[in-house]
């Protein structure tokens, strides 16, 4: 009898191991693929929408000075700075990198 419970133990424990083991690798997948998504983002960040971002805010600082005597007297020259000028290079400068 003893015997028998011995072995019935061990081969709880040794499941119980090869669970746990198991579940740990999943969870270090998961891990593995979040940071690997993460990598993605920051990598399509610093190469595609960095430049976009460069170009929008030199397209918006053009479009503020054709549209700043208008502005001027239409009183929200503000405004139009801020979405024109602020708002672009806000998204390419002080965001961090892969954050969208």
Do not use: C, W
Not at 6 to 19: E, N, P, S, Y
Not at 82 to 97: E, S
């Amino acid at each position: 009898m003893k015997k028998r419970h011995k072995t019935t133990v061990i081969a709880m424990v040794t499941a119980l191991v090869l669970l746990l083991g198991q579940r740990s690798t999943l969870l270090a997948q998961e891990n593995l693929k979040k940071l690997d998504d993460k990598g993605g983002y920051m990598m399509a960040d610093l190469v595609v929408m960095r430049p976009l971002g460069i170009a929008a805010t030199a397209v918006g600082a053009v479009a503020y000075v054709l549209s700043l005597p208008f502005s001027l007297a239409g009183g929200n020259e503000p405004e139009a700075r801020q979405k024109l000028m602020g708002d672009p290079a806000n998204y390419t400068f002080t965001r961090p990198l892969g954050d969208f």
